[in-house]
């Protein structure tokens, strides 16, 4: 087991990682950009560096800063986290270069499946199903060719990268050039590879993401399905565990297809094989993301396995803790992402100072945030403010359960998702399950 482990990230997931490594018996050293100076969960780490100034591509994102900072502080491992470069092949070689373990996947399995249109190919090549589609576009009237082929309408998606950025829906060839060149400038801005490729849309389509996680010794196991339909601008603001519309038989199936396209790209660590099921209950790969979720923690509730914990320890060389015939399921959860952002302007980032900040609580709430009254949100990061899980034995109560702690949380100073998560959790589609992709977009219409 490592004895030393850097945390190069932010926020929550720097503060989950942390309680994950004291569990542990770990030591910790948590980077930190100078906007995060005053963070408080930097003082639950046992060492702290400054590594540049806040715009993240001076300091989260700066592979050189952060591995001199693990090799001044004589790390032994690196924690990605999520996002920044949880999913960059090149900074996990440049941690195996510098003798430094890397707690995700081998670079080569994420490099495969990191691009959209090569983890396509290599689901086709494993038997998992995939939506009708192409490989890279590379001009407009390629792009006209294939959507034509396939019909209308389609997706034009960016090849690497993820978090909804570079996805553009097209209903006809007018649409579909003008989302083709916004969808690879957006790409290329964000990921710095302006490669898109184009699927099939499916209508009335739920968001079903299976989580596995495996180990160095060939060991892997899937941990069951999430429902993470709920989204604005293809990023998610609600997940539960289980779906209401994925039975036993279902989320066995789904998750044997996750563990088949895993093992074909060689994986190992903690991972999340995201599909499209459509109403008469086929399912489709959509991609792969090769890091810890952000919704990580419902699973945890329902199955009991700490997948933090369980990376650190595949990492570190050991095996799974537990094998697929211990899985077991109890009970119902579900996550609401707090963002600071205004539902009304479309989803606006609101950074600012908190002046008033009440944590919900109570017996079935888990509350995981890093945020405080008087705590500034920078505007430089992602606009989360927390994740707020509950977990009850059935769905109604669940929903009734997150009902009175988002009544109970308290977010003054900035404009929140709370009033919104609300709103949902009193609209009858919701209750009765009855929710697809573009429920959040419909219900903003209808106002």
């Known amino acids: 087991m490592f004895n030393r482990i850097l945390i190069a990230n932010r926020g929550e997931i720097a503060l989950r990682v942390i309680r994950a490594c004291q569990d542990l018996g770990i030591g910790t050293v948590c980077v930190y950009s100078e906007a995060d100076r005053d963070a408080a969960y930097l003082k639950y780490a046992d060492e702290t560096i400054c590594i540049g ?45 510098c003798n430094i373990e890397f707690i995700g996947p081998p670079p080569e399995a994420t490099r495969m499946l990191g691009n959209k249109a090569r983890c396509r190919e290599l689901a086709k090549k494993a038997g998992v199903p995939t939506v009708s589609g192409s490989e890279v ?14 019909g209308y309408p389609v997706m034009i998606k960016a090849a690497a990268g993820g978090g909804g950025r570079g996805m553009r829906q097209a209903h006809n060839d007018v649409s579909l050039v003008s989302g083709l060149m916004s969808a690879q400038a957006e790409a290329g801005a964000a990921f710095g590879d302006a490669s898109v490729f184009i699927e099939k849309y499916i209508e009335r389509a739920r968001h079903i993401e299976i989580q596995v996680i495996g180990d160095k010794h060939g060991n892997m196991i899937h941990l069951g399905e999430r429902d993470c339909s709920l989204q604005r601008r293809h990023q998610k603001l609600v997940e539960e565990t289980p779906s209401p519309v994925v039975s036993p038989a279902l989320r066995m199936e789904m998750g044997a297809a996750a563990v088949k396209l895993a093992k074909a790209a060689g994986y190992w660590s903690a991972g999340t094989v995201e599909f499209l099921l459509d109403p008469s209950g086929k399912y489709y790969l959509i991609e792969m993301n090769t890091r810890i979720q952000v919704e990580h923690g419902i699973t945890e509730l329902v199955t009991g396995v700490d997948l933090v914990r369980e990376q650190i320890r595949v990492a570190a060389g050991e095996k799974l803790s537990i094998r697929q015939e211990d899985v077991k399921w109890t009970g119902v959860a579900i996550e609401c992402r707090i963002n600071a952002e205004d539902p009304e302007h479309n989803f606006r980032p609101c950074p600012g100072k ?34 707020l899980m509950v977990h009850r034995p059935t769905r109604q109560e669940a929903i009734t359960c997150m009902r009175r702690a988002l009544e109970e949380i308290v977010v003054e100073g900035v404009k929140t998702t709370i009033p919104l998560h609300m709103d949902i959790f009193g609209h009858t589609h919701f209750i009765r399950g009855q929710v697809d992709t573009n429920f959040v977009e419909g219900y903003f219409a209808k106002k």
């Open 53 to 97: 100034p806040g715009p993240a591509a001076k300091s989260y994102l700066d592979i050189s800063r952060i591995i001199s900072a693990a090799e001044v502080s004589d790390v032994e491992a690196i924690h990605p986290g999520y996002g920044f470069l949880s999913e960059n092949s090149h900074f996990a070689e440049v941690c195996a270069s």
């Open 354 to 387: 908190i002046t008033n900040f009440f944590a919900p609580g109570g017996p079935w709430v888990r509350w995981d945030s890093h945020v405080y009254t008087g705590y500034q949100i920078p505007p430089n990061y992602d606009s989360m403010v927390g994740k």
């Open 137 to 150: 576009i590379d001009s407009e009237e390629k792009a006209i060719k294939v959507a034509r082929e396939v």
